[in-house]
């Protein structure tokens, strides 16, 4: 696949030993995703999606922000837009938005953020898309929508409240306040916590450990969990019955069983 640099474009892509980092780059804005960012990262997760090299991906940002949300500019234009497009308008980015997050979230390989610094609004949802995030000892995660008379429209809804309870993602939603990288790892909000310097090394390191099984049963189990929360035992278990049936026919279980038997031969 294509890879850009980060350091031109607002959003870049780069690939090492079969990991895949995306990183927001517009440190000057604190890396808000501008309409040009949400068509990019939509591109870029595609190409992520379908292509067989890359086993893992990590989200993270330039400069002292991982994301601070939508940007300025954007909300401008949706205050000038005539009366009778505001809701139309924002009905059609929130389609965008929604497939971004979409395509994070379902994206059949692991997912780490990376908050190298403030991820907020829509940044914090980012985060929360993932299947993991690390997190810097200079970063912070704060749902600020509530902020500018807003709900959280990235996924924050869904995402938050399944890794900290209701109670608790209702408590940081409707005070919109700052989380510390400590508070955010004990009450479950986050992963791990990382040195600055530290950061995207460690990262780099989890993605491989996370992708070195078998890409198909990894695709397929991470499918599954996706919905375990909205699903029934009996809907679960017949969702799996499938999955391994597929996993049965896959190269990498027959190599692994071939490899055990052999192992075993030589042994007796």
Not at 4 to 21: E, H, K, N, R
Not at 36 to 58: F, G
Not at 77 to 85: E, I, K, L, T, Y
Not at 104 to 116: D, E, F, M, Q, R
Request: glycine residues 8%.
């Amino acid at each position: 696949m294509t890879t850009s640099s980060a350091s031109s474009a607002p959003i870049g892509l780069t690939v090492q030993q079969g990991i895949a980092t995306l990183t927001l780059n517009r440190p000057e804005a604190r890396n808000a995703i501008s309409d040009e960012m949400r068509s990019l990262l939509i591109d870029y997760l595609e190409q992520v999606t379908v292509d067989n090299d890359i086993k893992a991906l990590i989200v993270t940002g330039t400069g002292k922000g991982f994301c601070a949300g939508g940007d300025i500019k954007g909300m401008q234009a949706r205050m000038n837009a005539p009366a009778g497009s505001v809701a139309f308008n924002g009905w059609k980015r929130q389609q965008r938005v929604h497939h971004a997050v979409s395509l994070l979230h379902n994206l059949p390989k692991p997912t780490i953020a990376a908050v190298n610094g403030a991820a907020t609004g829509l940044g914090c949802d980012m985060a929360l898309s993932c299947d993991f995030i690390i997190a810097s000892q200079n970063a912070s995660f704060a749902m600020s929508y509530i902020a500018r008379g807003l709900i959280p429209d990235g996924g924050g809804l869904y995402f938050l409240p399944r890794r900290v309870g209701l109670s608790k993602a209702k408590e940081l939603i409707f005070s919109g306040r700052t989380v510390a990288p400590e508070e955010a790892e004990r009450i479950g909000m986050i992963d791990r916590i990382a040195a600055p310097d530290d950061l995207l090394p460690a990262a780099q390191d989890w993605a491989e450990q996370l992708s070195a099984g078998s890409a198909t049963a990894l695709a397929l189990s991470k499918s599954i969990l996706n919905s375990t929360f909205e699903l029934t035992q009996n809907q679960i278990s017949a969702m799996g019955s499938q999955a391994q049936g597929i996993c049965y026919t896959s190269s990498e279980h027959q190599a692994s069983v071939a490899a055990f038997l052999a192992r075993k031969a030589e042994r007796s």
